[in-house]
């Protein structure tokens, strides 16, 4: 899978975001296609399709009127999920945040069943999280690898987020509110420009659309065991409210993620029409360091990742927090990297960290032989659970 569209996702989109007459002729192209494939990212699209031409006899219609309907039902619990979660967190004075799917319905989609979401993210403050994970486990939320609040002090440090269930139904508690992102001023920037937003019978606070559009921007291009396409109909749904284009440039530029703005912003002109400045893009590309350009390179590389792809994202990964690091920035490259990798896996000791780094050599002789096998947890990447 890729982060960019077939043919068919392309002509879904253009059907369900272009003006009328362009839209026809996607239309035209959908209608050739009688036997077109309908794997999962191409059903979330045709949800769109469906509430957008109801009319369009097609398969792919059919299928998104079906997938509507299960999204409606999933959502609605979801929410009532979230609702609940986050009134607890403000009875104990913890405000909250939503973020991606929940943001996006709430703010955007404005209905339960046009985007669907495998949970529910929320972002609390980096010295509320202890406070919050608690009030989650009094909920019956059980943390990922069996977490204890008090543990997530250690894992504050190499990550943005920690994942949480009940009965079927996750939550995402984040810390930081973009993945790979370890920069105050971005979390700070969401935090500021936050607005409120009711939604049913509730209200949730959500990122403003601008930053909306940033981070679905900075999450689709990226890295994951799924990537989706779908990150293009959100950015383009968010593109139907106004948006400050400097602050979109300021925090593509705080975030360190020039390169990856600058693509996915290109595509959505190019391809679509969106509004965006043709010099936004241009000026994002030539601030570029070279270090981001090898990374935004490694990010899109298909799973998993062999050795050497994964050194280098996880030296990559390691500049993005040194820098915002009062003791890493202090410390030679190569030392501190050794530390990040050790608080990476979680590991107390040398040994220990040769315990687990040595399953993932031995997964990646296995990949190059081709013989299937399941990804080892010492081969987690902090964006795996994030679309």
Request: hydrophobic share 45%.
């Amino acid at each position: 899978m890729s982060v960019w569209p077939t043919p068919v996702q392309e002509w879904i989109l253009q059907a369900c975001f272009a003006p009328e007459r362009e839209a026809g002729t996607a239309l035209d192209s959908l209608a050739s296609q009688a036997n077109a494939e309908l794997d999962p990212a191409t059903a979330r699209l045709a949800v769109l399709l469906y509430r957008r031409w109801p009319a369009f006899s097609h398969a792919i219609t059919a299928t998104g009127r079906e997938m509507y309907l299960v999204q409606w039902r999933e959502n609605r619990e979801r929410f009532a999920s979230m609702l609940e979660v986050a009134g607890r967190l403000r009875s104990r004075g913890i405000e909250c945040l939503a973020l991606k799917g929940a943001a996006l319905v709430a703010r955007h989609y404005r209905e339960l069943g046009l985007r669907g979401m495998r949970d529910f993210d929320l972002l609390v403050a980096e010295d509320d999280f202890e406070a919050a994970a608690r009030e989650l486990a009094n909920a019956g939320y059980s943390a990922e690898d069996g977490y204890a609040p008090r543990d997530f002090e250690r894992r504050k440090r190499t990550g943005h987020a920690w994942q949480f269930a009940r009965e079927g139904v996750g939550c995402d508690l984040h810390w930081r509110p973009v993945v790979r992102c370890y920069a105050p001023e971005v979390t700070r920037l969401f935090w500021e420009g936050a607005e409120t937003t009711a939604f049913g019978d509730g209200e949730l606070r959500a990122p403003s659309a601008t930053d909306q559009l940033f981070h679905v921007c900075a999450h689709g291009l990226q890295w994951d065991w799924q990537p989706s396409v779908r990150w293009i109909a959100d950015a383009l749904t968010v593109l139907r409210e106004p948006v400050d284009w400097e602050r979109v440039a300021r925090l593509a530029r705080a975030a360190r993620m020039h390169v990856r703005l600058a693509t996915a912003l290109d595509y959505l002109r190019d391809r679509f029409g969106a509004p965006v400045p043709t010099e936004l893009a241009a000026d994002l590309r030539r601030e570029a360091p070279a270090w981001e350009r090898r990374e935004y390179a490694c990010l899109l590389k298909p799973c998993p990742l062999g050795f050497r792809d994964s050194l280098w994202w996880h030296a990559d990964h390691f500049r993005r927090i040194r820098e915002f690091d009062s003791t890493w920035s202090s410390r030679a490259f190569c030392l501190g990297f050794v530390e990040y990798v050790a608080r990476f896996l979680d590991a107390d000791s040398a040994l220990d960290l040769w315990r687990r780094v040595k399953p993932a050599l031995q997964a990646r002789e296995r990949c190059l032989s081709r013989k299937p096998i399941p990804c080892p947890a010492t081969i987690r990447f902090p964006s795996g659970r994030d679309q």
